[in-house]
């Protein structure tokens, strides 16, 4: 199925060094998710107004100056990009949703892989250390990331396919584990609620339903609560938010989870080992979330 | 590698595989000497499948199945043991200095386990004659299905303690979450006191008093399927 | 012209059989629990056809010109793969299931063919590890039985996720058969009802299937081919994560598999047919590129000569039976039809194995019925039984112009059926027309 690696660093002394301590944990979890991997990191602040959208196409000669230049014409706004790989990250002050719908109306291929004001999601199908290679995941810093290495367990192995999957602005949700019933809850959420999918992913339907309750004005704590009333199966979920995370295990709890902390951070993983290198690792406290349980780190979880 | 003679492993210089080798390489010969193991951190499936009276110290936390199906070994972890530790044990002692994440001990058949810290979910699942003494909390779901032998938490118990228990006996002194399904409250008698304190005496707990203690096992009720029973299910 | 009256016209829906279950479960307030696989009707290999040879094609000359039925298994990680003369194998049956007898006759019979039997829900016997020259060994969720020194004297090991039977179900053996030699293996008291659970205790899920093969290779060497065996759920997933969690065998059994007990309710309605299954396993593997590289096994109602040439022919490696052996070891014998007739059933009826009442002394542990098995007798038949399976198996191979079983491919069949057309992925006789792949 999955692995799952998290990192938030209590402080900003380690900012710098966020990326290099967290691309050996996401490729100590290769064995748990060959197929694909991807990361949600949180720096690089937007100014006052504006908000980052990270976008993918898997051509490599895709025109993104076409693209900003249209979001420019079409909002009256103020767009910068940066590359990295086959993503982008779109910096503009133009309205947020308005903007999210141009973009995924302008080009077929072209997939949002997040927005907010400090997020920024990067995946890929291949092996987690090619994946990092190719983001120059171990050169970036940021305050606080989360990661994911899939084995796809009942859908295709897709960059749209992998997690992190976006809930809502500045947050995101990865998933180790395989839902019951979201098939139901899929045909809900897009009957009823308008939302679209793009896979045929249980983790995909299990963000939307957060960002679903999120829009119904319930905290994150509270939709992770509620998705113990409604969502059937087995999971560890671990939710990024704008200055934190949050982790939720299911009630029979049979998927890891794992939690390191320190005075200088707090660590995520399926499985001890993705802790080995951390700093001052041997003094750590180190425990497991109990199940139905939400923990969460950060003021806005 | 002179593997007859080596006494320390670290895994920072060999891989696993060469570890485990070098640790079952005695396997059958009734030898006993120590071995120490150095920076094990977070391998799988370590010093599992041994066979010959070893005394083992790992220095550091194990992954999953640390000493999985272990003879005659006593192996001690010095730090936490991930998932499985201990199972399917046949006899010798495993002795978890921090914590044991879930499947502690489970379907073990004889030996003896001992978590210094807390074991978490499932401890002691299908236990089929093994003993294991938890000085910690043992998390929910513990003794599911459990058969033979006797589980020991010093500490408290989550729900659905013993859940479809066979013959296990287990003895709590703290609270108990919740009892799963057959499970019920037994009395305590002579003969399970000093079952209780030979148990605590092995486990490093000779200060412990047994009266303390809860004694929990099968109803029986669900041994032959009956239609009453049916909510059970 | 004579008209049914009214009031004796049958509904279809609610016919004999339905209206006696339901008293039945009135009566008793207990769910069925027999032995036996699904028994209603079901595509199967039957809608199959092989095209043989005429002017396009060539066929070989029997006996004179080869044709080759030796597979190797494990070939991908193991330092032993298992080599058997024959691609037909005995399933995972338990001693407690099944008299210690038949276990015995079991294992002589294979090992006179060169192929291999397996154990059960219940451990390794000494007669089976005794009488079987390659004897796969079955790791369960209820881990009966299961010790480290069993695991290194078996050729193989079987992790079982779940059985065709019923995929998702643990085991179940009847309080009247857990007997004392039975409830010691089992370290269960004498005379309950034994529930297996239906996950293992200690993994859940692909990424942690992968670390206990990894364990499981550490305890025996890497020595031993790992299998790893599925109901038909969902055999297109199920197979291409057992190959990523590490499997060196998929063994994919379908709906029609056998089962010693289990509710009726889950033989007959939960699992996709062997025809199905298979298809979809062998499509996982191409598209990882892993065919013939992690070999595949497939179960689930094999009876003949026909139904393994054709599993092979969709791409499986081998194929394994399990009701097949039974019978040809002497179930549902005619000799004992007087006392099937005091069951209430008769000769080919009978699916109480569960009771442990097998007048063939097969599926018992009352050796007052167990003794009237005798195991090289019976043995000699399995025997008698798989050799003329690997001649039916050959026979059809040669006819097609291979000079190896495994050169059988899907293009040498045809479908006489929508259904099956549309399972196998072959396409109907006399069309090019595969249902749901392509248009006519």
Request: with cysteine; charged share 25%; hydrophobic share 40%.
């Amino acid at each position: 199925m999955c692995g799952i690696v998290g990192l938030y660093l209590k402080g900003t002394r380690l900012r710098p060094e966020l990326g290099r301590l967290f691309t050996p944990m996401l490729v100590e979890m290769t064995d748990r998710g060959p197929d694909s991997a991807g990361f949600a990191i949180y720096h690089e602040p937007a100014e006052r107004g504006f908000i980052k959208i990270t976008a993918f196409h898997p051509d490599p000669a895709f025109e993104w100056e076409a693209l900003c230049d249209h979001i420019r014409v079409e909002f009256n706004a103020t767009v910068r990009d940066t590359h990295n790989g086959s993503h982008a990250v779109i910096t503009s002050d133009a309205e947020p949703a308005g903007t999210v719908a141009l973009i995924e109306g302008f080009e077929s291929r072209l997939q949002i892989m997040s927005s907010g004001e400090l997020i920024e999601i990067y995946k890929e199908t291949g092996l987690p250390q090619d994946v990092a290679d190719q983001f120059g995941l171990s050169g970036m810093q940021g305050s606080h990331v989360v990661g994911h290495t899939r084995m796809a367990t009942e859908s295709a192995v897709t960059t749209a396919g992998s997690h992190p999957f976006s809930t809502g602005l500045d947050l995101c949700l990865v998933h180790n584990g395989s839902l019951s019933n979201h098939n139901g809850i899929r045909e809900h959420l897009r009957t009823h609620k308008g939302m679209h999918f793009k896979t045929e992913n249980d983790t995909e339907v299990a963000a939307a339903y957060i960002s679903d309750r999120l829009s119904d004005g319930r905290s994150l704590h509270g939709a992770l609560e509620d998705c113990l009333e409604d969502l059937d199966g087995f999971y560890t979920f671990v939710a990024g938010t704008k200055d934190g995370f949050a982790v939720l295990r299911d009630p029979i709890a049979c998927k890891p989870a794992v939690l390191a902390e320190t005075d200088d951070y707090v660590a995520f993983a399926s499985e001890y080992r993705a802790f080995v290198d951390l700093p001052n690792i041997a003094h750590a406290k180190v425990w497991e979330p109990e199940p139905e349980t939400v923990y969460s780190w950060g003021e806005q979880a | 590698m002179d593997i007859q003679n080596i006494t320390v492993l670290d895994l920072e210089e060999m891989s696993l595989r060469e570890a485990n080798v070098a640790l079952q390489a005695d396997n059958g010969s009734g030898r006993s000497r120590p071995l120490r193991v150095l920076n094990p951190k977070g391998a799988h499936a370590l010093a599992c499948g041994l066979d010959a009276p070893l005394d083992i110290e790992i220095e550091g936390h194990t992954g999953y199945f640390c000493a999985g199906m272990n003879k005659q070994a006593r192996v001690t972890i010095n730090g936490n043991a991930g998932q499985g530790v201990a199972e399917n044990m046949m006899s010798g002692e495993i002795w978890v200095k921090g914590d044991a994440s879930q499947s502690a001990g489970a379907t073990a058949n004889g030996g003896l386990l001992v978590i210094e810290g807390n074991a978490s979910a499932r401890c002691g699942i299908s236990l089929k004659g093994g003993d294991i003494v938890v000085k910690g909390n043992v998390g929910h779901m513990s003794c599911f299905m459990a058969q033979a032998g006797r589980v020991v938490v010093l500490g408290d118990a989550g729900n659905a303690l013993g859940d479809s228990l066979y013959e296990t006996r287990i003895y709590v002194r703290g609270k108990v979450a919740g009892l799963g399904a057959d499970c019920i409250e037994k009395e305590m008698r002579d003969e399970h006191r000093d079952e209780l304190r030979e148990l605590l005496d092995r486990a490093g707990c000779n200060g412990v008093d047994v009266s303390e203690f809860t004694r929990y096992g099968s109803a029986r009720q669900l041994y032959n399927f009956k239609i009453e029973n049916v909510s059970a299910y | 012209m004579n008209a049914t009256p009214w009031n004796l016209r049958e509904s279809h829906s609610f016919d004999r059989n339905v209206i006696a279950e339901i008293k039945r479960a009135a009566n008793t307030g207990l769910y069925r629990i027999r032995g036996f696989g699904a028994k209603r009707q079901l595509p199967t290999f039957d809608d199959l056809v092989f095209l043989g040879a005429s002017i396009s094609r060539y066929a070989l000359e029997g006996y004179r010109e080869r044709c080759d039925t030796a597979v190797t298994l494990g070939t991908r990680y193991a330092k032993k793969p298992i080599e058997l003369k024959i691609p037909i194998t005995i399933s995972g049956m338990s001693f407690g299931s099944l008299s210690a007898n038949a276990k015995e006759a079991l294992g002589r019979g294979a090992s006179e063919v060169g192929t291999s039997t397996t154990t059960g829900d219940g451990g390794m016997t000494p007669e089976e590890r005794g009488h079987s020259k390659t004897l796969v060994y079955q790791y369960l969720p209820s881990r009966y039985g299961m010790n480290p020194d069993d695991l290194r004297k078996a050729d193989a090991i079987e992790v079982v996720v779940g059985q065709g039977a019923k995929p998702g179900g643990g085991g179940m053996l009847l309080g009247q058969k857990i007997t004392e030699r039975v409830a010691q293996m089992r370290c269960l008291p004498v005379g309950i009802d034994q529930r297996s659970a239906c996950r293992h205790p200690d993994w859940t899920g692909p990424d942690d299937l992968a670390i206990k093969i990894l364990e499981l290779r550490e305890i025996t060497n890497w020595e031993k081919p790992i299998y790893v065996k599925c109901g038909a759920a969902r055999p297109y997933y199920d197979t291409m994560l057992a190959v990523k969690a590490g499997a060196d065998v998929v063994v994919v059994d379908g709906m029609q598999g056998g089962t010693a007990a289990t509710p009726d309710v889950f033989i007959e309605h939960v699992g996709i047919p062997t025809l199905a299954a298979v298809r979809e396993a062998v499509t996982a593997l191409k598209h990882i590129d892993m065919h013939r590289k992690v070999q595949l096994i497939v179960s689930g109602g094999i009876r003949t000569g026909a139904d393994a040439a054709k599993a092979i022919a969709m791409g499986a490696d081998a194929v394994s039976i399990g009701t097949a052996a039974l019978v040809a070891i002497g179930d549902q014998d005619p000799a004992y039809e007087e006392e099937y007739s005091k069951l209430g059933t008769s000769a080919g009826y009978w699916e109480d194995y569960q009771d442990g009442t097998d007048p063939a002394g097969i599926t018992t542990q009352d050796p007052d019925l167990y003794k009237r098995l005798d195991p090289e007798i019976a043995g000699h038949k399995l025997a008698n039984y798989l050799r003329v399976l690997t001649l039916e198996l050959q026979t059809l191979a040669r006819a097609n112009g291979k000079s190896h079983v495994h050169n059988l491919e899907p293009e040498d069949l045809n479908a006489l059926t929508i259904e099956a057309a549309a399972m196998a992925g072959v396409p109907i006789a006399g069309t090019k027309w595969i249902p749901g792949h392509t248009k006519v």
